[in-house]
Structures are given as C-alpha cells and as structure tokens.
C-alpha cells in the first residue's frame, strides 16, 4: 500500500488502546517486554574484528556481494557458523 492509499482521517482516529490491541493481535509483532526481560538482559560486545587480506574465488565474492551491503559480515558469520560446527565435534 503506497502513501496515496493510506486512510488518514482512519489513522488518526485510532486510539492508543485501539493500537495496544492491534500490536498484541499481530502475530508478527515483537512481544512486549517486560521488567523481568530487561533485568536478564545483558549487553553482548561482538569479538574485534581483525583486517586481513583473503584470496576468495570470485563467484563466491560476486554470490556474498549480490544481496548488497554487508556482504563482509555474511561471510564471517558463515565462517563463525563453520568454525562453531568443527568445535562441537571435536569436543563431542
């Protein structure tokens, strides 16, 4: 739906109970979080990054670099996915 066909007089008679309810209906929304969630909760520092310099074929660079930004990151966490696989069965 593009901004032509958005129903603003309809938008702006929602209520802030009418928008709560619409929020907790949605089966796609975030759940609500609470005090208890945020007590838990703890700050998580990804390791450092190091720079190197890495030779990749280049159909796997052109494969990383077709979804756009952030390619470098999808290929460390398929890297990160690779070494955590290993470790588990080694230590199994």
């Known amino acids: 739906m593009g901004p032509a066909q958005i ?8 209520t802030d109970e009418d928008i709560a ?11 609500l979080l609470g005090d208890e969630w945020f ?9 450092p ?4 310099s890495i030779r990749v074929d280049k159909d796997v660079l052109d494969f990383f670099r077709s979804d756009g930004a952030g390619y470098q990151t999808r290929i460390n ?6 070494m955590e696989h290993d470790q588990k069965k080694k230590h199994a």
């Not at 007590?39 to 390791?47: E, G, I, Q």
């Not at 966490?77 to 690779?82: D, H, P, S």
């Open 49 to 52: 990054k190091e720079l190197i």
């Open 7 to 14: 129903d603003w007089r309809a938008s702006d008679a929602l």
């Open 39 to 47: 007590d838990k909760a703890r700050l998580v520092t990804p390791p």
């Open 77 to 82: 966490a398929v890297l990160r996915a690779f």
């Open 21 to 31: 309810a619409a929020v907790r209906d949605d089966p796609d929304a975030a759940p």
